[in-house]
């Protein structure tokens, strides 16, 4: 497959303008950028070639505006459409390029978790043929990770000859996945980070945010801990998410989709997390112009220093991870009795349960679940911390001493749990980090 000329709708978006930079430099291809404005696209421009460090790029990017999409969109090889993550805008962008395209045109949409079908059926017979999801992982270029969508009018061939493309030319780590609500990864991790939202709310008078964070910091398998996650991603990012999959699958871990009323006040007062400068955590600048982390308070609704959290559990996990001692930091955390460490369990139980039946759903192969949270989330693959909690036997053995377990697993296949992924090249051991 040979695609020479790209074009890139929502150019001005942060994953639009970084996509488009990752295109130029990987595919070697001009790249239109098209915003609204042109001041927007001259903007884009500078954050694509800013995102993949490569000045050399700058001469691929071209900015353009919607004025220009009937030129744009019937000169490229492929169209890659990004604006908001709206049904109704989507659509709309979908019937103008669907005017202007030409045949062979591929076209492929990056929404989260959107009907691709839906949007694929705003084609004529040959559009709809050329029409696939193609969902990368923000930043792209530090996040190698991609879900792959196909219809049922989806031409196989052509299937095979982009997701080949974009796995040894764009360099992702592609997965094949169905045309369900939030697709694999986002159902797993953003499923995971909204109970531990809700789990904030529970205990906001010890703490909340900060208080569950410290609980589950990258000690436990992660790069950054999942509240600091959903700030730096957009907490009405998180929120859509939530809305969409609850919506479409109401009897998918229903429960643990509510989103809390508290991460719902934030978003309606625009405190969306760090793009806006304020979320669950902001930045705030002193009288002698010194800089302070502060944290949303749940119980008062107001901002406060972080809290020093006294878990020596978790010290204990960090000190054997720095000694590169692994299964032992994790027996340390299967056989601590206190509460914050109960709760640890719980949530590192409830992500192997979600992984798994997610990638039976959604992909059928357990494997994929591990690339999707190692290569898209940056966290430790669900099959490796199966392995490190003793797979059945271990996680059975918990749920005698443990509620919140036991209850959790019921209706869930143990089998599971003792099978094995297919190979995959991934090292569990670098996503545990020895630090709180």
């Not at 919607?66 to 989507?90: H, N, R, T």
């Not at 592609?174 to 995971?192: E, M, P, Q, T």
């Not at 053995?397 to 297919?422: A, T, V």
Request: net charge negative; aromatic share 12%.
């Amino acid at each position: 497959m040979k695609i020479n000329n790209i074009c890139v709708l929502g150019a001005n978006g942060t994953i639009g303008s970084q996509i488009a930079g990752l295109l130029a430099a990987f595919c070697d291809a001009k790249v239109y950028l098209v915003s609204r404005t042109m001041e927007k696209s001259i903007k884009a421009k500078e954050l694509a070639v800013k995102s993949v460090r490569a000045d050399a790029i700058a001469p691929l990017l071209i900015p353009k505006t919607y004025q220009d999409a009937e030129e744009c969109i019937g000169s490229s090889d492929w169209v890659f459409e990004s604006v908001p993550e709206d049904l109704a805008i989507k659509e709309e962008t979908h019937r103008m390029i669907a005017r202007y395209r030409k045949p062979g045109t591929l076209v492929s949409t990056g929404t989260s978790g959107l009907s691709i079908g839906t949007l694929a059926s705003l084609y004529d017979d040959e559009g709809r043929s050329l029409f696939f999801g193609t969902h990368f992982f923000n930043p792209p270029y530090s996040l190698p990770f991609l879900e792959f969508v196909e219809t049922r009018w989806s031409d196989k061939s052509v299937a095979d000859g982009l997701f080949s493309y974009l796995e040894n030319t764009v360099l992702r780590k592609a997965i094949h996945v169905k045309d369900r609500a939030a697709f694999l990864g986002n159902r797993i991790g953003f499923i995971f980070m909204n109970e531990v939202a809700q789990f904030a709310d529970l205990y906001k008078d010890r703490g909340g945010i900060d208080y569950m964070d410290a609980i589950l910091g990258p000690f436990t398998g992660r790069a950054m801990a999942p509240l600091a996650t959903v700030d730096f991603v957009g907490i009405d990012t998180h929120k859509s998410i939530m809305e969409h999959l609850h919506a479409c699958e109401p009897d998918f871990f229903s429960t643990e989709c509510i989103v809390p009323d508290y991460v719902s006040r934030l978003v309606e007062d625009g405190r969306v997390g760090k793009k806006a400068g304020a979320g669950f955590f902001k930045q705030e600048y002193d009288g002698t112009g010194r800089r302070r982390s502060l944290v949303y308070d749940i119980a008062s609704d107001s901002y406060r220093p972080y809290k020093a959290y006294a878990l020596p559990f978790a010290d204990r996990m960090v000190s054997l991870l720095s000694d590169g001692l692994y299964q032992k930091a994790i027996d340390v955390l299967l056989g601590d009795d206190s509460e914050e460490a109960g709760i640890c369990r719980y949530f590192l139980v409830k992500y192997i349960i979600c992984s798994y039946r997610s990638a039976k759903e959604v992909s059928g192969n357990i494997a994929d679940a591990d690339i999707a949270m190692s290569y898209g989330f940056n966290w430790v693959p669900p099959s490796s911390l199966c392995m490190l909690f003793g797979r059945r036997k271990g996680i059975e053995r918990l749920m005698g001493n443990d509620d919140r377990i036991r209850e959790s697993l019921k209706g869930f296949d143990m089998d599971l749990l003792d099978e094995k992924p297919g190979m995959t090249d991934i090292d569990y051991r670098r996503y545990f980090k020895a630090s709180r």
